[in-house]
């Protein structure tokens, strides 16, 4: 079941996903050799050596910043392969439904000031909460760290369903 399970996801990543693929293959392609590199539930995770960045999946390629604590690596890799899974749920629609909203709402400098100014969990933009949801069902693992714990569903309380 698990690999008719993986078929289809690489079926709907490289079709329906094509676009996203496309884009997150080339930056995959220009950074393998500088970064390491790793799978997970099907994804591929780049682990980008930057200050100030955190994360960002572009189809099934996921980069992430690289010598964070290991709870903040563990539920990013969650967090992210739910954008993953967002990807072929969209398909070409993801840049505008995820993308974009996702774009603006972690780099918007007014928005990332009213957000800590407000004490507003980054995860309760619809998108974000989205992905949490569509990472740990799709990976079956838990969330480690307290701020998704207590507020990685939509900004409230995880609760397992």
């Not at 955190?54 to 903040?72: L, Q, T, Y």
């Not at 990976?139 to 307290?146: A, L, M, N, W």
């Amino acid at each position: 079941m698990k690999s008719i399970k993986m078929a289809a996801y690489y079926l709907l990543q490289w079709t329906w996903a094509l676009s996203q693929n496309l884009v997150g293959g080339i930056a995959y392609l220009l950074l393998r050799g500088k970064y390491r590199h790793e799978r997970f539930h099907g994804a591929v995770v780049t682990y980008v050596d930057k200050k100030g960045f955190g994360g960002v999946s572009i189809g099934m390629f996921i980069f992430m910043s690289d010598g964070k604590n290991g709870g903040w690596a563990h539920d990013t890799r969650i967090h992210e392969l739910g954008h993953c899974v967002q990807s072929i749920l969209l398909g070409p629609l993801y840049w505008v439904v995820v993308g974009l909203p996702s774009f603006t709402w972690c780099n918007l400098p007014p928005i990332v000031r009213w957000r800590k100014e407000k004490d507003v969990s980054y995860y309760a933009l619809y998108c974000e909460g989205w992905a949490n949801i569509w990472g740990a069902a799709w990976s079956g693992e838990d969330f480690v760290t307290e701020e998704m714990k207590k507020r990685g569903r939509y900004g409230r309380a995880w609760v397992k369903r």
